[in-house]
């Protein structure tokens, strides 16, 4: 009897495996196949190099640098709020805070992650972009500064708790040792602690990088839905995945070749995000066998 309930919970965690693996190849399978139709009717080259993204107007271009610098513009604004914010959070509680504190703290950080992206994209529009606006003139009511800002505050638990929980698991011996040679606990804690925990904090970053790029909500409703290759902050910007939301909640035909831009917009989406993941997948890595 013990034998076959083993059976069973292998086949069980084999079979969850095998879904999980078959449903992530199948995302790929549609988008290459849909993306491969695509590049069929529009040169890849003009899709990498042009510099104007208009596949629903009249006069129309396929070039994804307008939708591309979007995303990355949003992304950068982000990570610029996350990453001090989020650093110096799981520094004070894995080396200052005392423990009661840090359990009662962090789990209310990280219900940050759990509240709606719509949620966040609302608080931008109608909150953050008028108090903006107070401090900048001109600044048009649909902006990558407002959206990046929010969607920063959105992905503070992602590096805190990621960060957090590998600054905690740093030997207790390295400290004391530190605290041996004569160090104060703040140079301890960025040079001894930190640097031993450098994995784990760069892959919070790098996975918050991620989540970022790939939010969707926050950019449709703060950001605009105008592409622009532009590196300014305070005018609109669309980014790729605010249009596969517009051109999938439209009118468009499906089938045409601006439909299929959704696809090539989404496979070059996926190509970002995987590269990060596979990244942050080395140097955790490469750092592990360094501390091995």
């Known amino acids: 009897m013990r034998k076959i309930k083993e059976l069973v919970i292998e086949k069980s965690l084999l079979s969850s495996a095998l879904i999980t693996i078959s449903i992530t190849i199948g995302i790929v399978v549609v988008l290459t196949i849909e993306a491969i139709q ?17 596949p629903l107007f009249t006069d129309k ?44 703290v962090k789990p209310l950080l990280e219900l940050l992650a759990a509240v709606p992206t719509v949620v966040y994209g609302f608080f931008a529009l109608i909150t953050v972009t008028p108090f903006l606006q107070q401090l900048i003139p001109g600044l048009s009511g649909f902006n990558s500064l407002s959206a990046g800002f929010v969607m920063g505050i959105m992905i503070i638990p992602y590096i805190s708790s990621i960060s957090e929980d590998a600054l905690h698991a740093v030997p207790n011996a390295l400290r004391e040792a530190s605290f041996g040679m004569g160090a104060t606990k703040l140079q301890t804690a960025f040079k001894v602690v930190v640097p031993a925990a450098s ?20 950019v449709a409703v703060a950001a605009g839905q105008q592409p622009r290759l532009t590196l300014d902050p305070t005018v609109p910007v669309e980014t790729i995945t605010a249009y596969i939301v517009q051109v999938s909640l439209g009118d468009v035909e499906h089938g045409s070749v601006e439909y299929r831009t959704i696809f090539a917009a989404g496979i070059t989406l996926f190509v970002f995000t995987f590269l990060l993941n596979t990244l942050s997948y080395r140097i955790r890595k490469k750092y592990q066998e360094r501390y091995e």
Do not use: C, N
């Open 38 to 54: 695509f590049f069929r009717e529009v040169s890849i080259v003009d899709f990498l190099t042009d510099t104007q993204w208009t």
């Open 61 to 104: 271009h396929y070039g994804i640098l307008p939708l591309l610098s979007g995303t990355l513009l949003t992304s950068f604004i982000a990570i610029s709020v996350a990453l001090p914010i989020g650093l110096s959070i799981s520094i004070y509680l894995s080396e200052y805070a005392p423990r009661s504190f840090r359990k009662t």
């Open 199 to 218: 994995s784990g904090i760069i892959v919070s970053i790098i996975l918050a990088i991620s989540r970022a790029i790939g939010e969707t909500m926050i």
